[in-house]
């Protein structure tokens, strides 16, 4: 079990590692930059530094850990990237529905595959799915996500390179944001964040702000008009509350 810094999940699970980059938010890719890292330090999931990597020997995992916990699947890749098979993909699904007691994060760029590969998938209710939107440029991952039959359905609009415009939120339970950080990180705009805040609430879908980023995301923190925004998808807090 890996713990996990990421401010809206508790621990990684990565049975892929590696991906190829596909627009604009994957140019100063955290995860590639680990990688080689890692790679260089002789750690043997990484012998092929971030070439999309299967790794069967840790499919079995999440079931050896009994504390219920939120786990971020392939926080080094991308489920649905071409070069992981559809075998593959099945058998962690597979997991995941044998772990019941997890909620399971999955988060892709590649909706289309994403959305075409969904009606063969057993979504379990602690499957939750992802699509990442950095600009308006990419809204029509959205749509794809919504296609799919994901119990609860997330946006990620990180890094948020741009003002989104309209979100047409139907369908969806949770937006995250966030901005860029590392050594090259682009800047993002209060009023961006604030927007998006604004359609969320509009549209009662939760919302989180997850850093404002930069270089030193730690000294820029993650407060929105003073006050932090950690909300989790009402259909999970329901269930937690019944």
Known sequence: MKKSKIEWTESTWNPVTGC??????????????????????????YRNGFKPTCHPHVLDLPLHWKKPQMIFVNSMSDLFHKQVPK???????????KAPQHTFQILTKRATSLE?????????????????????????RIDCLRRTVAYVKFLSLEPLLDNVGVL?????????????????????KASWVRD???????QNVSFFFKQWGG????????????????????????????
């Open 20 to 45: 190829t980059k596909i627009s604009t938010g994957c140019k100063n890719c955290y995860a590639e930059r680990m990688a080689k890292r890692l790679q260089a330090m002789g750690q043997p999931n």
């Open 87 to 97: 075998d593959f993909v099945l058998k962690i699904f597979e997991i995941m529905n």
């Open 116 to 140: 075409k590969l969904s009606s063969s998938l057993p979504w379990s209710e602690n499957i939750w799915m992802g699509v990442t939107v950095e600009n308006s440029d990419y809204k029509e």
């Open 168 to 188: 047409n939120l139907e369908g969806i339970d949770w937006v995250i944001v966030g901005g860029e950080s590392g050594p090259k990180a682009r800047p993002i």
């Open 196 to 202: 998006i805040q604004e359609q969320c609430k509009e």
């Open 215 to 242: 270089i030193n995301k730690k000294k820029t923190g993650r407060l929105l008009d003073g006050q932090t925004w950690d909300e989790l998808p009402k259909k999970t807090v329901e269930v937690l509350c019944a």
